[in-house]
């Protein structure tokens, strides 16, 4: 399975757009959070299964705060990480994952990728497709490849300006 998974685009669709169309087909979208009321233009580029959450600036949204759900035999929990303080360090959301029997977590917020695996919990966090903020500042996204046994191989990708 390939799972493209994306966060804070913020209402700015051109990199979603370029992201999608440089890694399609695949067979889930995630956003975790700040689409600013684009969900339902995600759905429809996305032409397949999405879970899409609420972020900070996702007012007035009916999106779900939080969505937990199996990804290949894997618990997953999406959020997007601020209520957990992921700014500082992503501690907090790895041990709300662990302490709900996730063994994996999807978060954005700060608007910097990570790939890590921390307390038994791969934490991972595309980044920002409209408005980087890691050295470098490109926008990012993962692309989370699966097989049959729950393998799981996350990979950071780069657009180009």
Do not use: W
């Not at 757009?17 to 689409?35: K, N, Q, T, Y």
């Not at 299964?49 to 969505?67: A, M, Y």
């Not at 894997?74 to 990480?81: D, I």
């Amino acid at each position: 399975m390939k799972v493209l998974v994306v966060s804070d685009t913020h209402g700015r669709d051109t990199n979603l757009e370029r992201a999608v169309s440089i890694e399609a087909p695949f067979d889930m979208l995630i956003h975790c959070g700040d689409v600013e009321g684009r969900e339902f233009f995600v759905q429809a580029l996305a032409d397949c299964e999405c879970h899409i959450v609420t972020g900070n600036n996702d007012f007035f949204s009916d999106l779900p705060r939080e969505e937990e759900f199996c990804l290949s035999g894997k618990k997953v929990l999406v959020t997007h990480g601020h209520y957990y303080g992921v700014s500082m360090d992503i501690q907090g959301v790895v041990e709300e994952a662990r302490a709900r029997g996730c063994s994996v977590v999807f978060f954005g917020h700060s608007h910097r990728p990570v790939i890590e695996a921390r307390d038994g919990v791969l934490a991972i966090n595309p980044g920002s497709l409209s408005y980087p903020r890691q050295q470098g500042r490109k926008p990012s996204y993962v692309v989370l490849s699966t097989d049959l046994s729950g393998n799981m191989n996350p990979e950071i990708r780069y657009l180009e300006r």
